[in-house]
C-alpha cells in the first residue's frame, strides 16, 4: 500500500520561502510521476506543480518562476521550494502519486501567508 508523508508547512511572510517534503513509502518511487496540489478554503483543487519518473517538469502559471518541484529517488521523496510566497498562495498542499489509474493522496500540510 502506498503511503505518503508530508512534512514543511507552517505560516510565512509575504516574499518568505518554504519548503515541502513528501516521501513515498510502498512502491518503486523512481517509476511514478508525483506532483503538488493546493485547495484554498471555497476553492477547488488545483495543479501547482508535477514532475515525472524521467524528472520533467510542470508548472501552474501561478506559481512558474517561484516554485521549484525537484525529487530525489533515493530517498523516495519529492520536494516543493517555494520562494516569494503570496497572500494567495495560502492553501492545503497535498502531494500525489500517480501509480497506473490509481493516484494516491498526502496528509495535506497547512500553508499560510500573512504578515
Known amino acids: 500500500q502506498v503511503q505518503l508523508v508530508e512534512s514543511g508547512g507552517g505560516l510565512v511572510q509575504p516574499g518568505g520561502s518554504l519548503r515541502l517534503s513528501c516521501r513515498a513509502s510502498?512502491?518503486?518511487?523512481?517509476?511514478?510521476?508525483m506532483g503538488w496540489y493546493r485547495q484554498a478554503p471555497g476553492k477547488q483543487r488545483e495543479l501547482v506543480a508535477d514532475?515525472?519518473?524521467?524528472?520533467?517538469?510542470n508548472y501552474a502559471d501561478s506559481v512558474k518562476g517561484r516554485f521549484t518541484i525537484s525529487r530525489e529517488n533515493a530517498k523516495n521523496t519529492i520536494y516543493l521550494q517555494m520562494n516569494s510566497l503570496k497572500s494567495e498562495d495560502a492553501a492545503v498542499y497535498y502531494c500525489?502519486?500517480?501509480?497506473?489509474?490509481?493516484?494516491?493522496w498526502g496528509q495535506g500540510p497547512q500553508v499560510n501567508v500573512s504578515s
Open positions: 510502498g512502491g518503486i518511487f523512481r517509476l511514478y510521476a
Open positions: 514532475i515525472t519518473s524521467g524528472g520533467s517538469t
Open positions: 500525489k502519486l500517480k501509480r497506473g489509474p490509481s493516484n494516491y
